[in-house]
Each structure stands twice: as C-alpha cells, then as structure tokens.
C-alpha cells in the first residue's frame, strides 16, 4: 500500500467521525470524554499522516525542478481525490455567492461591456417552495422529536440543509452566463458548471426550447450537451468543433452541441450574433 493511498483512507475513515463530532458540539450535545479524546487522537494523527506525506511529496516535485506553488498543487492533487477537491471548491464558492448575493454585489466574472444572461427563471418558484417545505420539516421535528439532544442535532442538520439550499440558488443567480465583447460565450450553472465557449469555436446559435429528460449535465452519444434546469433548454448552441468540458465531479467529455436555459434567449442569442461572426439558424418558439 502507497503512502499516497494510506493517507487517502485514513482521510476517508475520520473525516465523517469528526463532522459527526462537530455536529453534536454545535447542536449542544456532548459525547462522552473518552469518545471526544479519542476522536480528536484519531483526526491528530490523520493530520500528521496528511502533513507527513504532502510535505513527502512536495519535496520530490520541488526535487524534479517545479515551482514551489505547482509543486503545492502537485502535492495536494496526490493526496486528496478530484471529487473531493471539486466538492470542497463548489462548498466555498456557493458560500461566496451567499455573501456576494446578500451584499448586492455585481454578478461574478460580467466585464464591462459584457452582456449578462440570467437563467434562473424556471428554478426560483421550486427552490422557494423547497425552502418552505424545509422550514416546515424544522418546525414539525421541533414538535414531534421529544429527546432534546437528538433535536438539536437534527435542528443543526436541517438549517445547515436551508443555508444549502439557499446558497446553491445564490450562486446560480450571482454567476450567469455571459456574452463576451469578443463574441465568447461562458455558460454556467452556479459554481457546478463552467464552460467558455471561444469566438470561433461557435458556428450558429438559435433560440430553440426543449424539454429533455435527465440529470443536470446530460450528454449524448452523438455529442449533444444538455445544461438543463428545471427540465428545460431554451438556446442550442452549433460548435465548429468538439469542445471538451468538465463534468462538476471533475469527470471529462466533448460536446459538438450544447443546449442551455436562459431566461431571455432572444437576447443572449442576438448580442453573441452581433458581437462576432455567428450563423443564424430556425428560431423556435
């Protein structure tokens, strides 16, 4: 067994221990001493584990000639699975987006001169009504659990599970899509999808509703992307060649057609036509 791999497992096996034991702590439970000590033994040692063997790592890319930050990112890259990174990145961004959204700030990555494309439209009335429901779920437990500390402990769970939610929707309406100046398109879905589509890497674009069926990133066998929200597409974008993207768990394919939502297609459709030398096509309804 590879240190690489032993301190992947290690990693694996306390990190849920220790967010169990932070849940309880935040919900005003308090385990047992020896199963507290014995948890925080258990996360030392990983930490020394993890430290051990980045640092192990760091020094034989350093060794090989790399910067130190790339022999940093080399290292981390090592240790902690692409899932995992991507999931710790998507928590921090949709944590971000709260912030920027709550503030009022300007949408993420729009330049001046740049159009914005909001596509959340089909999605607010359900995540509202997700929120409700949420609520309703917290007040409901509150009444029916009568042990306290299991109450508290699904009281931190579910406003954690509304903060989620509501930071998710945040992003989404904080990150849109954007035209570019140069006639680039950058389509987005919160801080889970991110794909800049280059000037002549575009062949025609249409305003086209569709109602296809699958998870949130769908592709096809014949290469058609489908970014869906709220089981809808309104704008097929023709490429000029295979473009690759990233899957939000890190996963990568190709696309020679992508379809995504926007909640003026019209308009998203017409500036990224006058901005660069882009065909036309049928428009739908």
Request: one cysteine or more; charged letters at 20%; a positive charge.
């Amino acid at each position: 067994m590879s240190r690489v791999r032993a301190a992947r497992i290690a990693a694996a096996a306390a990190i849920p221990g220790e967010l169990a034991l932070v849940v309880c702590l935040a919900a005003g439970v308090r385990p047992p001493l020896t199963v507290a000590a014995a948890a925080e033994v258990l996360v030392a040692g990983v930490l020394l584990l993890e430290l051990w063997v980045l640092r192990s790592l760091y020094c034989a890319e350093r060794a090989r000639g790399a910067e130190p930050r790339a022999a940093r990112r080399a290292a981390v890259r090592a240790v902690v699975p692409e899932p995992v990174r991507r999931l710790v990145l998507h928590e921090l961004r949709t944590a971000a987006s709260l912030g920027r959204w709550a503030l009022r700030r300007p949408a993420h990555g729009v330049g001046p001169g740049e159009l914005a494309a909001g596509y959340t439209g089909p999605q607010t009335a359900m995540t509202y009504g997700l929120l409700f429901v949420s609520l309703i779920e917290t007040v409901g437990l509150a009444v029916l659990i009568p042990w306290p500390a299991v109450h508290r402990v699904v009281l931190v769970l579910d406003a954690y599970g509304v903060l989620l939610v509501l930071a998710m929707h945040a992003a989404c309406v904080t990150r849109p899509h954007v035209v570019g100046a140069d006639g680039s398109l950058r389509i987005r879905y919160g801080a889970l999808f991110d794909l800049t589509v280059p000037p002549d890497a575009v062949a025609s674009v249409r305003v086209d509703r569709r109602y296809p069926e699958g998870r949130l990133v769908t592709l096809s066998e014949d290469g058609v992307l489908d970014l869906i929200v709220a089981s809808q597409t309104t704008v097929t974008l023709e490429l000029t060649r295979p473009l690759p993207f990233t899957r939000p768990l890190g996963s990568r394919a190709e696309a020679r057609t992508v379809r995504f939502h926007a909640d003026d297609p019209r308009t998203l459709v017409a500036a990224l036509r006058r901005a660069g030398p882009v065909a036309g096509g049928p428009t739908g309804p």
